[in-house]
């Protein structure tokens, strides 16, 4: 009886160590950045299950308006702009990936206010787009993810045609994924600015092209790379379109544009964020006020989209979205209901399909 019990408490005992590994194996947890008002204190914690279930783990940093987030490439390190404007500056903070939480490395200056996009390259040289001071900051991390101070900031001059375009509006800002080039999207100038990074001085240095105009009013804000890293899909946030833009004879030029709206939509909207699936076949959008995901086939032969449908975001302000790492699910971040939705995707359709909601304190940035 006793050899019968020993047994059983052993087998209890291996189960159970074996169910928690699986478990801990079929979940991936992800970051959200909030805007620190009413009830968010600063970046949270999520897992999502590989059913699409979603589930707060709890705060993991409290930080003010850590309202994007990026990893260092090594997955050690998280980056996470202060939307602020303290003396004409906001903030990036660094933060030591810990399976408790986040413990904070250091804090630098942005170079302007509002800064509410940050992204990392492969030599830790960090970009980040000041909203309110119409500038590109340069800083640099080291292996820790300690920053250094801010190195260079690009301003940008200039204005667009709409009340929201009377000064520059740096949205974001990216490293190209094969060329050493960094894209800044100014939504104020209505233009994308291309530079290189003088490695010697540490600066952003234009290149011959300098920028790229968009349409009149168009306000571009985000962009994403096809996977063959020759077609580049802006979205714009004013005009609410997807702009397909090319390169020839080493200059840029939009070759193809298309609504994020169905056609006999006339209601206020502004869209806010774009992603392409791995395998370049579909591309999504988000509309705030449409409140939807638009979802477009990408023909892969030209790069062109063509609307294949609509899906609802079952919320408010789907400032940003993410595809979960396998792809299997997309995940919506809404501002103003207090919600994170995740979908089922459809690989072979490119389709969503609702499976879960949590909340989600003025969430407006998730990554994995």
């Known amino acids: 009886m006793i050899k019968s019990t020993v047994f059983f408490v052993v087998l209890v005992v291996v189960f159970s160590c074996k169910t928690s590994k ?21 970046i949270y914690k ?39 404007n303290e003396n004409g500056t906001g903030f990036v903070k660094s933060f030591k990936i810990e399976k408790e939480g986040l413990t904070l490395i250091s804090n630098e200056k942005s170079g302007g206010g509002g800064p509410c996009f940050v992204a990392i390259n492969d030599d830790n040289y960090i970009v980040t ?14 292996n820790t993810g300690k920053l250094s101070e801010l190195l260079f900031v690009q301003q940008h ?60 009013g168009a306000g571009p804000r985000h962009l994403t790379f096809h996977p063959n890293n020759k077609w580049i899909y802006v979205l714009n946030e004013l005009n609410n379109t997807v702009s397909l833009v090319k390169e020839k004879n080493e200059s840029y030029y939009v070759d193809f544009s298309i609504s994020t709206l169905p056609k006999d939509f006339v209601a206020y909207s502004k869209a806010a964020d774009i992603h392409i699936s791995k395998d370049g076949k579909f591309l999504y959008a988000s509309n705030r006020g449409h409140e939807s995901i638009v979802i477009y086939e990408v023909n892969p032969e030209n790069g062109t989209l063509k609307t294949i449908g609509y899906e609802p975001v079952l919320g408010k302000s789907p400032r940003n979205f993410s595809l979960s790492p396998n792809e299997n699910f997309l995940l919506v971040a809404n501002q103003d209901t207090d919600n994170i939705i995740s979908f089922k995707r459809n690989s072979a359709t490119g389709m969503l399909t609702f499976v879960s909601e949590v909340s989600a304190p003025m969430p407006v940035c998730i990554l994995f």
């Open 157 to 216: 001059v200039g204005k667009g045609t709409t009340n929201r375009q009377k000064a520059p509006h740096a949205h974001s800002a990216w490293f190209h994924p094969v060329k050493k080039e960094i894209i800044s999207i100014d939504l104020g100038t209505n233009q994308l600015w291309f530079s290189t990074i003088d490695a010697t001085k540490n600066e952003l240095v234009l290149t011959p092209q300098k920028t790229l105009k968009m349409a009149d």
């Open 129 to 142: 787009a000041n909203y309110g001071g119409g500038s590109v900051g340069l800083l640099k991390a080291d």
């Open 46 to 84: 999520y897992e999502l299950s590989k059913e699409g279930n979603l589930q707060q783990v709890g705060l993991v940093a409290e930080t003010i308006n850590p309202t994007f987030l990026v990893k260092s490439k090594d997955k050690k390190s998280l980056f996470a702009v202060g939307e602020t």
């Open 22 to 42: 699986v478990k801990e194996e079929t979940s991936e947890s992800f970051y959200v950045g909030t805007y620190t008002k009413k009830d968010a204190k600063g």
